[in-house]
């Protein structure tokens, strides 16, 4: 283990690192099972494992860093983004037969969760890898909104020639990063969640 892991134990309570023992040997198994007994479809794939991986990355690295207990304030906060990481890996297994029937037509409820599981991304990954990705990531998507077509056409109206282009609604971004083969659950989430895992496994 790590030595800011193993150090950062101590601020954690007996409950929490059983449950984060239990919450990473249920996603082992569930690893194994898909890779040697049922392989399971893509969104199913894909979507549990980041189930399993934003709740652990949200038990593990508590909102105000590990070096200090969580208290009431960091508890509450951390319940929410559990809550956003169970919904955001889980809705779509519970309603992938509607979305697939919908073919592209989104409802509220979708973009919600979306934007629900859009901001819990950013947040597990700023808490494990640090400021820098998520800042990024951010950027890139108000790029997207940019344009005199997106929600933020006054944004757009100081990009470039090189760098302009219509923008997207948020609708339309939400759904490709959260319900497209191409956004969260698109190769590079596929890849670690089947050939990186059990590798690494």
């Known amino acids: 283990m790590p030595e800011n892991l ?9 409950p929490v690192l059983w449950l984060i023992t239990a919450v990473a040997i249920s996603l082992s198994l569930f690893q194994l099972y898909t890779a040697g007994i049922q392989p399971l479809g893509l969104f199913y794939q894909r979507t549990a494992h980041l189930g ?27 319940a929410g983004f559990l809550t956003a990481a169970f ?24 973009i919600m969760v979306g934007i629900i599981c859009i901001i819990a991304v ?10 820098g990705l998520t800042i990024i990531g951010a950027i890139a998507i108000l ?18 020639g090189v760098l302009s282009h219509r923008g997207a609604s948020v609708d339309r971004l939400v759904g490709q990063l959260y319900l497209g083969q191409e956004g969260i659950f698109g190769l590079p ?13």
């Open 143 to 160: 790029y997207a909104l940019a344009g005199p077509r997106g929600a933020l056409p006054g944004l757009g109206e100081w990009m470039p």
């Open 52 to 78: 399993f991986v934003l709740f652990l990355a949200f038990l593990i690295f508590p909102v105000f860093g590990q070096t200090r207990k969580r208290g009431v304030l960091g508890w509450i906060i951390d």
């Open 6 to 14: 193993r150090s950062a134990d101590r601020f954690q309570p007996k």
């Open 122 to 131: 950013l947040e597990a990954s700023r808490r494990a890898v640090g400021l």
């Open 87 to 110: 919904l955001s890996g889980f809705y779509i297994i519970w309603y992938l037969d509607d979305i697939i029937a919908r073919a592209g037509w989104w409802t509220s409820t979708d």
């Open 189 to 201: 989430l596929g890849v670690a969640a089947t050939f990186v895992f059990m590798f690494v496994l």
